[in-house]
C-alpha cells in the first residue's frame, strides 16, 4: 500500500523568502515521487519527479527535492518565493511499474507581497 | 503539442440526474485516467486504461459511475444518477506506456445541486 502525508494544509511565505513544503510517503516498493502545482481551475502540472538515480532533483520554475529514504520524505524547496508561486501543491507516490498516482492532501502557498 | 482536452469545463446538474464528460488525451499516449478532486482534497484515481482495456477500477463506484474507452483513444466518464457528494473536479490524464509522467486536462468542475 502507498500514501502520502503532506504536513500543513497552507503555508505562507513572503516574497523572496524560502519554500519549504513537506511530504513524507509510506511505499512498501521503492517508490517514484512527484511534486505536482495547481493554479486556480487548472488541471496538474509536473514540477518534479524522483524514479532513480540521484536523490536531489530540480524540477521547473526554480523547485527542487531531496529524495530522504531513512525519513521517507520528499520536501520541495525553492530558495526564493516569487508571487506566481501561489498555487495548490500536490506530492504524489507511485510504485515501479505500475503509473497510477497516489496523492497527498494538497498544501496551498500564499506568497505575500 | 497538444494536451489532454476535456469537455465541458463546468457543468451544474440537480442530484439524480444524469452526466457525462468526454476526455481526449494527448496523441499516441495509451494510458487513460480519470481522477476525481474533490474540494480540498488530492485527487483520487476512479479508473486507469491501458488502450482499450481496464487495468484498475477498484475504486470506480460502479453503481452509479461508467467508463469507456471504445477505440482505445477517447474516453467517457458518466455518472446516473448523481448524488450531492459527486461534486468535484473530474481530472483526466494520459501517458506514455514507458513513462511515469502524466499530463492532466483542465478538468471539468461538477457540481451537484
Known amino acids: 500500500a502507498q500514501s502520502v502525508t503532506q504536513l500543513g494544509s497552507h503555508v505562507s511565505v513572503s516574497e523572496g523568502a524560502l519554500v519549504l513544503l513537506r511530504c513524507n510517503y509510506s511505499s512498501s516498493v521503492p517508490p517514484y515521487l512527484f511534486w505536482y502545482v495547481q493554479y486556480p481551475n487548472q488541471g496538474l502540472q509536473l514540477l518534479l519527479k524522483y524514479t532513480t538515480g540521484a536523490t536531489l532533483v530540480k524540477g521547473i520554475n526554480g523547485f527542487e527535492a531531496e529524495f530522504k529514504k531513512s525519513e521517507t520524505s520528499f520536501h520541495l524547496t525553492k530558495p526564493s518565493a516569487h508571487m506566481s508561486d501561489a498555487a495548490e501543491y500536490f506530492c504524489a507516490v507511485t510504485q515501479t511499474g505500475a503509473n497510477n498516482l497516489f496523492f497527498g492532501t494538497g498544501t496551498r502557498l500564499t506568497v505575500i507581497p | 503539442e497538444a494536451g489532454v482536452a476535456q469537455s465541458p469545463r463546468y457543468k451544474i446538474i440537480e442530484k439524480r440526474q444524469s452526466v457525462a464528460f468526454w476526455c481526449n488525451p494527448i496523441?499516441?499516449?495509451?494510458?487513460l485516467y480519470w481522477y476525481q478532486q474533490i474540494l480540498g482534497q488530492g485527487p483520487k484515481l476512479l479508473i486507469q486504461f491501458q488502450n482499450n482495456g481496464v487495468v484498475d477500477d477498484s475504486q470506480l463506484p460502479k453503481d452509479r459511475f461508467s467508463a469507456e474507452r471504445l477505440k482505445g483513444v477517447d474516453s467517457t466518464l458518466k455518472i446516473q444518477p448523481a448524488k450531492l457528494e459527486d461534486s468535484a473536479v473530474y481530472l483526466c490524464?494520459?501517458?506514455?506506456?514507458?513513462?511515469?509522467?502524466?499530463?492532466f486536462g483542465q478538468g471539468t468542475r461538477l457540481t451537484v445541486v
Open positions: 496523441s499516441g499516449h495509451a494510458t
Open positions: 490524464a494520459s501517458t506514455l506506456i514507458s513513462t511515469t509522467e502524466a499530463f
